[in-house]
């Protein structure tokens, strides 16, 4: 049972270790920083989405922004689309579990803001959804994915995408990315910047 504990933790680290030597997700992850940076310099703002697992990551990357990353400063717009009860249940309702995220965009997404979507295969109807409705409304699109990154790799303007066909070591991964974006946009936003 002790090597099944260490084995889980070794090929989590080894997604990471993957990550680490792949220059062009690093040069990606770097990438989608600086459009996050330049966004903070406006009134803009990033979105978040995902379902399970990914819907707990989008919050917790939004309640980093908002609130405080490494150090005290002021706050960063970010919304999770995953967080309104009443908006989820009424749009799933209504409209169908395809729309929770789609209809919350058109409704609360501007012009300039950057769209994260947040999911291991890549493929959840409800966040390609949403990618469709902010292209139309002129906001960007990441894909935060694993595996081969499904359709949202596809179609989104930047795709992150964790090398592994694990979901659990996807969503550790995710994590990771997430962290190291929101310590790029605190440093470089407020503090010394990043060297
Ligand atoms: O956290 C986990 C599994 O580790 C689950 O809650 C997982 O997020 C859910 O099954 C999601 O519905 C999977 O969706 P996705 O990653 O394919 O978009
Ligand atoms: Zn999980």
Redesign the pocket.
């Known amino acids: 049972m002790k090597n099944y504990i260490k084995n889980q933790i070794k090929k989590s680290y080894e997604t990471k270790q993957a990550i680490y030597e792949n220059e062009e997700l690093l040069n990606k992850i770097l990438e989608v920083s600086q459009l996050c940076v330049e966004l903070y310099k406006g009134p803009k703002k990033t979105i978040l989405a ?6 707990a990551d989008a919050q917790h990357i939004a309640a980093e922004l908002v609130g405080r990353y490494g150090f005290d400063r002021p706050s960063l717009p970010s919304l999770a689309l995953t967080t309104d009860t009443s908006n989820l249940t009424a749009i799933a309702n209504d409209y169908g579990y395809d729309k929770v995220f789609s209809r919350q965009l058109e409704g609360m997404g501007q012009e300039g803001d950057i769209f994260i979507g ?7 109807v409800n ?1 390609v959804n949403a990618f469709n409705s902010a292209k139309e409304k002129g906001i960007t699109t990441v894909a935060l994915v694993g595996r081969d990154g499904g359709e949202m790799a596809r179609i989104a303007d930047y795709a992150l995408i964790v090398p592994s066909d694990s ?2 070591r996807i ?1 550790e991964s995710h994590i990771l990315i997430g962290h190291i974006i929101c310590d790029i946009i605190e440093k470089e936003t407020f503090g010394d910047g990043v060297s």
């Open positions: 995902g379902n399970g697992g990914s819907a947040i999911s291991t295969s890549g493929n959840s966040i979901t659990p969503q």
